[in-house]
């Protein structure tokens, strides 16, 4: 009887906090803006220039391999973009770059490679 009141105890405790907290999940997803890939349209002459190469690699100031965005997850360019704005990602070039961008403007270049193959 014991062990059967305390599961009941226990899922009920882990219920309420469930009901707590997914919601409060939800919210912080709803207050991330929207990425719209069209929009990007206008906005990606910064990234080409890199991330655009044929081959990936780019010679200023010696020749470093670029990552390929096109076609990685939308929350994870986000967070990279959001990384190098704050310095917890470090290249001079992403960091100025991101630093330059809304989050909007992170949102829809997500948007965008995102949905690129």
Do not use: W
Not at 46 to 69: D, L, Q, R, T
């Amino acid at each position: 009887m014991k062990l059967r009141q305390l599961t009941i105890r226990g899922l009920s405790a882990l219920a309420a906090t469930l009901y707590i907290l997914v919601p409060a999940a939800a919210q912080a997803e709803d207050d991330q803006p929207k990425g719209d890939a069209e929009a990007a349209r206008s906005k990606i002459s910064m990234c080409i220039g890199c991330h655009g190469i044929k081959g990936y690699k780019a010679n200023f100031p010696s020749v470093y391999h670029v990552p390929m965005i096109a076609g990685q997850n939308a929350e994870y360019l986000v967070q990279a973009l959001k990384d190098y704005a704050s310095g917890a990602r470090t290249f001079p070039t992403m960091e100025a770059i991101a630093q330059s961008l809304s989050d909007e403007d992170m949102a829809d270049l997500a948007a965008y490679y995102s949905s690129l193959k």
